[in-house]
């Protein structure tokens, strides 16, 4: 989204600003394409006699689930009367704010339907989300118990992914 593009579209502006979020499959994969848009900005800066500066916030990671987490919380959830789908466990995938809890701890990522119609990442999922039928489960029924989260952790091993694709932290 461009936040700052001149205040006439006739006239080149003394100063312009973006933002951006790359997103990538891994942490790797982000840092090499965050990598390749510093070097674009700067040669579009070079061709066009003006100055580029990139600026990195926040990053987030793809996420490893816990698969017996994972399964322990559906089981429960089941009971409650709720399906869960299950998230591939054999793929890194996506990149949140959860994908970086995960690099630490054990964690799950599974997905409850809150509405058919509603397309992820738009406002009528948001809205939906923040319906009566996107609420928490009961209060005082946690769907995973402490004992449970406890025996989760021999199922997960540090780093969750091989060394070789595992540059957290970066």
């Known amino acids: 989204i461009i936040t700052d593009g001149g205040q006439a579209p ?58 017996a987490m994972g399964e322990r919380f559906r089981d429960n959830m089941a009971e409650l009367g709720v399906t869960v789908m299950r998230a591939d466990e054999t793929v890194a995938k996506g990149s949140s704010d959860i994908g970086n809890v995960s690099m630490i701890v054990p964690t799950i990522h599974e997905y409850i339907a809150i ?35 406890r025996s989760a952790a021999p199922g997960w091993s540090w780093p969750p992914c091989a060394a070789s694709r595992c540059p957290w932290p970066w």
């Open 10 to 67: 006739n006239v080149i502006p003394g100063h312009a600003e973006a933002t951006f979020v790359p997103r990538a499959p891994t942490v790797r994969g982000l840092k090499d394409m965050l990598a390749d848009l510093e070097r674009l900005a700067q040669a579009c800066a070079s061709i066009t006699g003006a100055t580029a500066a990139v600026h990195v916030s926040t990053v987030y990671a793809e996420r490893y689930p816990n698969i």
């Open 115 to 149: 509405d058919d119609s509603a397309a992820t990442h738009s406002e009528a999922f948001r809205e939906a989300a923040v319906s009566p039928r996107g609420a928490a489960p009961p209060p005082g029924r946690m769907p995973v118990p402490p004992a449970t989260l």
